[in-house]
């Protein structure tokens, strides 16, 4: 039962097939790892009052609602949206210690035989054994950030020093005419960009491996533009358990006190990057 919707440019998913009419529905924030059925009070989008539809040993966290997506044109108000739905989650998450995320927007309808609530209930018996082995997966464990930058003057200056062929041209670039010292230049950046590529590619890879010890799973993310003074060179989404956090932690410190090296970790958060589509 799945129908694509369109919010903010992004695809989201939402649990339905049909077109959809303004009647009874539930707003799905996550599935928890519990079997309690309970009100989290009026911590929901806009005010709404959050509870639990149990099924067995786990349950939907939900509101109730109308059978609306919520769009708007102010991105403020959207914005606002998804970070309550973030806050929801992480609610539940601190609550219970596991939880599958879903995305923002995502709603199960009633119909004319069935209420929202039997739909939701439903649904969880239908997908209970892989919902089981998600929680499964993600059990024990946090979500974390970790960017790499480094700062490309400090960088360059250190091969200067160490790498013979940068250090024989930038010698002789002294000693030439200035015609010919400028095709010198030429030739020391390009050999300089040369240099940079492969260091990029040598630290990502000892990174990675440093990192990836200390972690259940790794998602290698794009990297983004950073601050005019560093590159970012490594950007991974982490799933962790938890008691190796700190030797994560320890050894993202070693990375941070290389000189030229800057490392930014986040987090932690609900398992986001690894639950896959509910």
């Not at 790892?33 to 009052?49: A, C, F, H, N, P």
């Not at 930058?149 to 041209?169: D, G, H, N």
Request: hydrophobic fraction near 35%; charged fraction near 30%; glycine fraction near 6%.
């Amino acid at each position: 039962m799945v129908l694509e919707r369109q919010n903010n440019g992004k695809t989201q998913t939402t649990l339905a097939t049909e077109a959809i009419a303004e009647e009874e529905g539930s707003y799905v924030y996550c599935v928890a790892d519990t079997g309690e059925e309970v009100s989290l009070g009026k911590i929901g989008i806009e005010g709404q009052e959050v509870h639990t539809i149990p099924h067995k040993d786990i349950c939907a966290v939900v509101h109730d609602c109308l059978v609306q997506p919520y769009q708007s044109d102010d991105q403020e108000v959207v914005k606002t949206w998804a970070m309550t739905h973030q806050k929801v989650v992480e609610t539940a998450w601190e609550r219970w210690g596991t939880v599958l995320p879903l995305s923002f927007d995502t709603i199960i309808r009633g119909e004319a035989e069935e209420s929202a609530e039997q739909n939701v209930k439903d649904w969880l018996g239908q997908q209970y054994q892989e919902l089981k082995r998600r929680i499964e997966k993600v059990s024990g464990k946090t979500e974390y950030g970790v960017q790499v930058f480094w700062e490309p003057k400090v960088i360059a200056q250190s091969l200067t020093s160490t790498s013979p062929e940068i250090r024989r041209l930038d010698e002789e670039i002294k000693t030439k005419p200035k015609g010919l010292a400028y095709m010198y230049r030429q030739r020391l950046e390009n050999l300089m960009k040369h240099e940079m590529e492969t260091q990029a590619d040598e630290c990502f890879k000892d990174f990675y491996g440093r990192i990836r010890k200390y972690t259940d799973d790794v998602r290698v993310e794009k990297t983004k533009k950073a601050e005019s003074d560093l590159q970012m060179i490594l950007n991974l989404t982490c799933l962790v358990f938890k008691d190796k956090y700190t030797e994560l932690g320890e050894e993202l410190d070693k990375i941070n006190r290389m000189k030229g090296f800057t490392v930014r970790f986040t987090g932690p958060w609900p398992p986001y990057s690894f639950v896959g589509s509910a």
